[in-house]
């Protein structure tokens, strides 16, 4: 069975949290991509910026200086690499997202009971991945 | 064509949709990476045929709009990208060749040349 290990991209981009909406908009047209995760100081990922998002941002009139903050969603649909590709996909139907990230749980060094793990992001699997597994 | 076809094609070219035509070269149909998830998530052959995902409808902006109004088409109608036709704004009949496309990307490019 195809496993999200095998047609994730390793890597993600990020910005942190004091970025801006045109910070978002530089990296994603220098680097070609349509997402990025937003991570606090302390390393944890709190939010994800889609090109949506900033489409979203645009037709509401925001500034190019808004915070991510204001424009990011929370960090909640991921998968893990062990996951399926057909799985991975249904996520994505049912979310209407072009992108998942994919983690690895990590105990961070000071844990809390709120926050016993650290999710942290290692690649993305994205729709086009998704068309290279039907292409073959 | 089939969806595996399609999907050969758009990986091979880089892009995240497809003009699907008719034998006399007339636009019939859209299939995008999107539509690929969704056939996918269900559970659809890739031998079969992409008549059977592709969405029949074409939305389309003109020309001269400005990149806010085609940001605007795109959010309101949930797509990704606009057929470039002339006089066209939101849903659009599509009997020929769009003059082209402009994607979420392009949009993107554009403001980041803005600074």
């Known amino acids: 069975m195809a496993r ?13 949290e004091n970025a801006t909406l045109e910070d978002v908009v530089r990296v994603m047209a220098r680097y070609r991509i349509s997402g990025v995760a937003v991570v606090g100081e302390d390393g944890d990922t709190l ?14 009139g925001r500034s ?6 204001e424009i990011m969603m929370p960090f909640t649909l991921i998968v893990d690499e062990d996951t399926s590709v ?3 996909a249904r996520i994505m139907d049912r979310e ?29 699997i994205t729709s086009s991945d998704i068309v290279r597994f039907v292409a073959e | 064509m089939s969806l595996r076809d399609a999907a050969r094609v ?8 497809l003009l699907v035509v008719n034998s006399a070269g007339q636009p019939v149909g859209v299939v995008s990476d999107t539509d690929m998830v969704r056939a996918l998530s269900r ?3 890739k031998d079969s045929s992409v008549a059977g995902i592709m969405s029949r409808s074409f939305f389309g902006v003109s020309p001269e709009a400005t990149l806010q109004e085609a940001a605007r088409i795109m959010k309101e109608n949930g797509v990704s990208r606009l057929f470039v036709v002339r006089g066209a704004h939101g849903k659009t009949e599509l009997s020929q060749m769009p003059e082209g496309i402009i994607s ?8 980041a040349g803005w600074g």
């Open chain 1, 47 to 60: 939010g994800v910026v889609s090109d949506t998002d900033v489409l979203n941002a645009i037709v509401e």
């Open chain 2, 10 to 17: 758009m990986r091979n070219e880089g892009i995240s949709g």
């Open chain 2, 104 to 111: 979420i990307s392009d949009i993107i490019s554009a403001m």
């Open chain 1, 86 to 88: 057909e799985e991975a």
């Open chain 1, 4 to 16: 999200v290990r095998d047609y994730m991209t390793r890597g993600v981009y990020t910005v942190d």
């Open chain 1, 96 to 124: 209407r997202v072009h992108r998942l990230f994919v983690v690895k749980e990590e105990r961070p060094a000071k844990a809390t009971l709120s926050k016993p793990y650290l999710q942290r992001p290692v690649g993305v």
């Open chain 1, 64 to 69: 190019t200086d808004t915070r991510v903050s």
């Open chain 2, 43 to 45: 559970g659809i052959d």
